[in-house]
């Protein structure tokens, strides 16, 4: 063989091997994806689709634009990781025209393949056939150790089967000025309903302007907790405002009689809850869990929270659902997994301050903790007891809507508290009757 010859069957060979041998420098090497933050994070790793056809879904949530702006940023992701996937985002901020919305167009066969939606409705579009059952995902009620909070997929729960996957919940709580309990030489809040009435004629004794209890205008979901805060864990159905519950009436009247107008006000800076608790004198006040987390330390520090409440819980939690008329129910199962994963939902309560919809994601070893990045361990019991609070029958978003408007009424001074009280009365008794 000559020179020659012999130089070139050497390249060759030198040229086979660095195709057979070196690998491919931008193989497994994922760019950056920046979201509205300027957190950067990894992209993840491209799934190969070659010999399936696309598919689009359509997903539309009820969300505020912080929120909606980061699952932007998750859904960019998803269909990298999906390529043969395009997902189709929408938001309506407002909860009641979402839900009316929604309706109308599971009713015309033009749902979206994916909703996120209050728990609370699930059971009534479940029932009308209008949902596909989630236990595909793996987490039906055949799951031997589920990690979602059973009071979180109690109200998904009808005929044996789970209608949604839950997200996260954000319910409201009462917090106490630290200062008005310490000057009634009370260390925690009162438990019972009497301690409370208690407590605040001693607190109006010594300053007859004072307030004892504050809730936002037109906030129901804060009343029924509030109202809720005061029942035995076996009659947590307070709560729902049925008819001829006197108890609960004469509650309602202790807060129309008491408390002017109402008790009812807004916050001048959310950001300064302690300190304004502190400047009115207000011995307490109904707000959600993320508004108390987003607190600076030094406000919290002004505050006491009971860890034994909230009882319903469900009743501002979020999960996301499937259309029973969903083309692509695949791909919309597989959009759903992806977005409640643990750790979406870790990061979306790290922003936000919802808690999870999964147990290992709370911190095992703090009970006080609310500004890390696990939610503290005390809501675990919370989330996981028997679950007694829960949506009690299909038509309860009808009749709560009810009370909700005429909440606002009184919350403007329309009407007054007896006839809030008749009114919701009224509701309840047309909603049994099929009225």
């Not at 909860?95 to 996120?116: I, S």
């Not at 947590?236 to 001829?244: E, I, K, S, T, V």
């Not at 009743?315 to 692509?328: E, F, I, L, T």
């Not at 009690?392 to 919350?411: I, N, S, T, V």
């Amino acid at each position: 063989m000559s020179t020659r010859k012999y130089l070139l069957v050497i390249a060759g060979a030198a040229l086979l091997s660095v195709f057979l041998f070196v690998p491919d420098v931008n193989r497994g090497v994922p760019s950056a994806v920046t979201d509205p933050k300027g957190e950067s994070d990894m992209t993840p790793e491209v799934r190969e689709y070659a010999e399936e056809d696309p598919e689009s879904i359509v997903v539309t949530v009820s969300m505020n634009p912080e929120e909606y702006e980061r699952l932007r940023v998750e859904n960019n992701r998803f269909m990298m990781k999906y390529p043969n996937i395009n997902v189709e985002l929408n938001n309506i901020e407002q909860d009641a025209v979402a839900h009316d919305v929604w309706v109308e167009q599971l009713q015309l066969g033009e749902a979206p393949d994916v909703m996120l939606m209050n728990s609370g409705w699930v059971q009534e579009l479940a029932v009308k056939g209008y949902l596909l059952p989630t236990d595909s995902l793996g987490t039906g009620t055949g799951d031997p150790a589920p990690d979602q909070p059973v009071r979180l997929r109690a109200p998904l729960l009808w005929n044996s089967y789970l209608w949604g996957v839950p997200l996260d919940a954000n319910p409201s709580i009462i917090v106490w000025n630290k200062s008005m309990l310490a000057e009634a030489s009370l260390k925690d809040p009162p438990k019972d309903w009497d301690s409370f009435k208690e407590l605040a004629m001693q607190v109006r004794a010594a300053d007859p302007e004072a307030g004892t209890v504050a809730l936002y205008p037109g906030g129901l979901n804060q009343l029924l907790y509030w109202l809720d805060a005061w029942v035995p864990n076996n009659l947590a159905d307070a709560a729902y405002l049925r008819g001829g519950n006197e108890t609960r009436n004469d509650r309602l009247r202790w807060l129309g009689t008491t408390e002017n107008p109402g008790g009812l006000f807004r916050l001048s800076n959310k950001l300064t809850l302690g300190s304004e608790l502190e400047s009115l004198h207000l011995l307490s006040a109904v707000v959600s869990w993320s508004e108390y987390r987003a607190l600076p330390q030094v406000q919290q520090n002004k505050l006491v929270i009971d860890h034994n409440e909230p009882k319903h819980v469900w009743m501002d939690s979020r999960s996301y659902v499937v259309s029973s008329g969903s083309r692509a129910a695949e791909s919309a199962f597989a959009w759903v997994a992806e977005m409640t994963s643990a750790n979406v939902q870790q990061q979306n309560y790290k922003r936000f301050g919802r808690l999870p919809a999964i147990n290992s994601l709370y911190q095992s070893n703090s009970f006080t903790s609310s500004v890390s990045e696990t939610p503290p361990y005390w809501w675990m019991p919370l989330l996981n007891e028997d679950p007694i609070g829960k949506p009690p029958d299909p038509e309860w978003q009808e009749r709560k809507a009810g009370w909700e408007a005429l909440w606002r009424q009184y919350a403007i001074g329309a009407i007054d508290i007896e006839a809030f009280i008749g009114a919701v009365q009224q509701v309840h008794n047309s909603s049994v009757n099929g009225l």
